[in-house]
């Protein structure tokens, strides 16, 4: 199933039941029901079934990172000790794996490694200079038929098996500069307790800013994230080459 058991609470009501947090509001639970009823289109689109929460979710990054998540497994980082201070991005919506199922989501962290790779003048063999194709790629007919650019923009394309999902509605950002053994959101945490991942569907904050938080109410989703916690819930499918190129509203 997509939750752990409900909770029982007192409320002015009567006893309630809260499927995924125990101390959720009533706008709170419309939220998490609201990110959940999102994951469940593209959970039944791929695996037909609710109940197995298999989906295909992309990942951007250098391609060496991809190539080493391809052939080994994908990194998931360790957890954080409990009076670890949040200063910055050690995983807004847990400390694991992320994914998303948006490709152009993706493709904004694959643009942000290359321009830092540029800043920082990183190996030819995590970016290289447009037109060239890696070492790793050298070999492959299906690499070598595309068009010279093709190693500059990857993405991978893996079966994730997300288990039991938390909707994760935490504001990432409410708890900056304090403990994790002290704050209230997922950031820097690990997965939910009676859970296997999280998901949340999010808004961009600020023009062509990487920093996105849970969607309100009456916002549209700009982009979700899919977080896991084992390496064994993914499945490294395809290395999807592309090109990026200029359009009327920006980059496409």
């Given at each position: 199933?997509?939750?752990?058991?409900?909770?029982?609470?007192s409320?002015g009501?009567?006893?309630?039941?809260?499927?995924?947090?125990?101390?959720?509001?009533?706008?709170?639970?419309?939220?998490?029901?609201?990110s959940?009823r999102?994951?469940r289109?593209?959970?039944l689109?791929?695996?037909?079934?609710?109940h197995v929460?298999?989906?295909?979710?992309?990942?951007g990054?250098?391609?060496q990172?991809?190539?080493?998540?391809?052939?080994?497994g994908?990194?998931?980082?360790?957890?954080?000790?409990?009076?670890?201070?949040?200063?910055?991005?050690?995983?807004?919506?847990?400390?694991?794996?992320?994914?998303?199922q948006?490709?152009?989501y993706?493709?904004r962290y694959?643009?942000s490694?290359?321009?830092?790779?540029?800043?920082?003048r990183?190996s030819?063999?995590?970016?290289l200079?447009?037109g060239?194709?890696?070492?790793a790629?050298?070999?492959?007919?299906s690499?070598?038929?595309?068009?010279?650019?093709?190693c500059?923009?990857?993405?991978?394309?893996?079966?994730?098996?997300?288990?039991?999902?938390?909707?994760?509605?935490?504001?990432?950002f409410?708890?900056?500069?304090k403990?994790l053994s002290?704050?209230?959101s997922l950031h820097?945490?690990?997965?939910?307790?009676?859970?296997?991942?999280h998901?949340?569907?999010?808004?961009?904050r600020?023009?062509?800013?990487l920093y996105?938080?849970p969607?309100?109410?009456?916002?549209?989703?700009d982009?979700?994230?899919?977080?896991?916690?084992?390496?064994?819930q993914v499945?490294?499918?395809?290395?999807?080459f592309?090109?990026?190129?200029?359009?009327?509203?920006?980059?496409?």
């Amino acid at each position: 199933a997509d939750a752990a058991a409900s909770f029982a609470i007192s409320g002015g009501g009567g006893r309630r039941r809260r499927r995924w947090n125990a101390a959720d509001t009533d706008e709170e639970e419309a939220l998490r029901e609201r990110s959940m009823r999102f994951f469940r289109r593209y959970s039944l689109r791929v695996s037909g079934n609710d109940h197995v929460n298999l989906v295909m979710a992309w990942h951007g990054n250098t391609l060496q990172r991809l190539l080493h998540a391809a052939v080994s497994g994908v990194y998931i980082p360790r957890p954080l000790s409990r009076d670890h201070v949040v200063n910055s991005d050690v995983g807004f919506f847990g400390r694991g794996f992320y994914m998303t199922q948006y490709p152009s989501y993706g493709d904004r962290y694959v643009s942000s490694k290359k321009k830092k790779a540029a800043r920082s003048r990183e190996s030819a063999s995590q970016v290289l200079p447009s037109g060239e194709v890696c070492d790793a790629c050298k070999d492959s007919p299906s690499v070598q038929s595309t068009a010279s650019s093709a190693c500059d923009w990857p993405l991978l394309l893996s079966y994730v098996l997300m288990g039991r999902v938390y909707p994760a509605i935490e504001d990432p950002f409410q708890d900056i500069g304090k403990p994790l053994s002290e704050s209230t959101s997922l950031h820097g945490k690990e997965c939910a307790a009676g859970y296997h991942s999280h998901y949340a569907i999010v808004k961009q904050r600020g023009h062509n800013s990487l920093y996105y938080s849970p969607c309100a109410a009456d916002e549209p989703p700009d982009a979700d994230e899919l977080v896991v916690f084992s390496r064994d819930q993914v499945l490294p499918r395809y290395l999807v080459f592309y090109d990026a190129h200029e359009t009327g509203g920006g980059q496409g």
